[in-house]
């Protein structure tokens, strides 16, 4: 079976880098024509998409947040990176990593989810 598991600090101080990891099982990352997400949802706010990162390491980010967006992933531990610079508390948010199976992101797209790792942003 397919398993996201995000971890990373759950507090970051404003204007850090936030920082997490998805390990992802059961799939590998460079499987051809899947697709590996971020996605957000503050308190009280919806869900927001972050970025995407392709079966061959294409980025696509969110035009709100592409400025401060880094995904990456470490194929030999078959694992996803974000980084969001610059954090201020408006990026307090449960983090989740997702997997799709279109390189649109659309909710019918994104069949397996992580259940999130809350980041809080605070002084």
């Known amino acids: 079976q397919v398993q996201l598991q995000e971890s990373g600090p759950g507090l970051v101080k404003p204007s850090q880098t936030l920082s997490l990891t998805c390990t992802v099982s059961g799939d590998s990352i460079t499987t051809d024509y899947y697709y590996w997400s971020w996605i957000r949802q503050p308190p009280g706010k919806g869900l927001e998409w972050m970025g995407t990162?392709?079966?061959?390491?294409?980025?696509y980010y969110s035009p709100a947040l592409k400025s401060r967006t880094s995904i990456s992933r470490d194929t030999s531990n078959n694992q996803l990176t974000l980084q969001l610079s610059s954090v201020t508390p408006e990026d307090t948010a449960v983090y989740y990593c997702?997997?799709?199976?279109?390189?649109?992101?659309?909710?019918?797209?994104?069949?397996?989810w992580g259940k999130g790792t809350l980041v809080t942003v605070s002084s």
């Open positions: 997702v997997r799709q199976i279109s390189h649109r992101p659309y909710m019918g797209a994104m069949d397996y």
């Open positions: 990162i392709h079966d061959l390491g294409y980025t």
